[in-house]
């Protein structure tokens, strides 16, 4: 539900106002939808304003009197959206004629799932402000935060598990949406209804390695708690239940005491490998100091030694070139052919000058020997390192066959239920 804002009406008649002046900041049939407008985050700057300069949000924050104007100033019904996101204010207009049919219909249809709202209308939404970078790890997080409520917390029993799982998760979904975007919204409990419906086997993926790595840790609530599909049947109040099983689709039926070396060594082995890499991440970093121009020191080294010598090669052709010049001078008589020899000797001087300072730039680019020595030693270990990440990687892949087997098991066990015989 809305918090219940009394509106003042001059301030409504400014504020609209103020909307009309900045009109080219809003953008009508959003997306080519008629029923969506986005109110871009030049105008939200001038709306947070205008607020602040008439209220003093005691009993109500800022954003609570920005959606209670908004609503107000373009005259929407309680089932619209009105959201922040990144600096803008997004509208949605939810059909109240089109949802009331939804409502009448089966209750048991889809649509009604989703709290009376169109999936084209949920889809838009999702395709327009979900499925974006920031919210890549939004179902991890759900996964993670059922298994802390209600595994490493309350504990639930397998019957608890069955009666409520997907609601649990559904509310978990729901809460976490009026996180991101604020907002109460009858919406989001239809959209949350949607994106578990299309990311439900993504949830229980995650859901089913969260309690594998449990399991790893040798957890015996979490142990106790998947022995419950080892069980064939089961009676309560007299009456007989099939319990689902963690089976293959080869038919191989998981327990835990046969899974239990497998996800304990796939799991270390994962673990190393993700330790390992943020080691190799680090001294990749230390080791990219010494580089000089994008190469490593050794080859940095080698390819200027290389040029000094060169250098060198020049500087004792320059010295045999002044040596040569200065004997003919001696020998020379004439007045004009000893000037020219002058400007010769001269000019070969700051040639061999200029040929000294490359030396001298080149010798400065060179790595020093406790550089080297540095470098040498971080590339011994990073290359330790690398081999331990290849072992690794190579124990991981030999058990990933088998632990796939058992993470797709739990996941059927998981999203079924026990059936009445």
Partial sequence: MHKQIKIDEIILNNFIELIENNEENVLYDYQGKENQILLQSNLVK???????????????????????????????????????????????????????????????????????VEENELKSFYDEFFEDEENKNFFFEIAKEFVEIYFDNRKISNNEYEKNVFSYIQQITLE???RIYDDEDGFFLGFAGYIFRIHFKEVFTYISELILDEIALSNVYMMNFINYYSQDILVVNGIKYKIPHIEAENGLRWTVPSMLSI??????????IQHLKKEKETYQKRVQKFYVNGLSPIKNNEILLNEKAGIEIEI????????????????????????????EILKEKEKLKQIKSRKEDTLKNIVKQSGLTQYITLQ?????????????KKILKQNTTAY???????????ISKKSRL
């Fill in 263 to 272: 996800v304990k060594i796939y799991t270390k082995a994962k673990k190393s």
């Fill in 380 to 392: 011994k270990e990073l290359d330790t390192l690398n081999r331990k990440l290849q072992r690794e």
């Fill in 316 to 343: 004792e052709h320059s010295i045999r070139s002044i040596r040569t010049l200065n004997d003919r001078l001696d020998r020379t008589k004439n007045p004009e052919r000893k000037q020219i020899l002058q400007e």
């Fill in 404 to 414: 796939n087997s058992i993470k797709e098991s739990l996941v059927k066990a998981l």
């Fill in 46 to 116: 001038l709306i947070e304003e205008f607020l602040k300069q008439n209220f003093s949000f005691k009993n109500y924050t800022l954003k609570d009197f920005i959606k209670a104007y908004i609503r107000a100033a373009f005259d929407l019904k309680e089932n619209a959206v009105v959201i922040s996101k990144n600096g803008n204010l997004f509208l949605k207009i939810i059909d109240e004629s089109v949802q009331k049919k939804v409502e009448d219909k089966d209750k048991n249809t889809v649509k009604n799932r989703y709290n009376g």
């Fill in 176 to 178: 976490k949406l009026m």
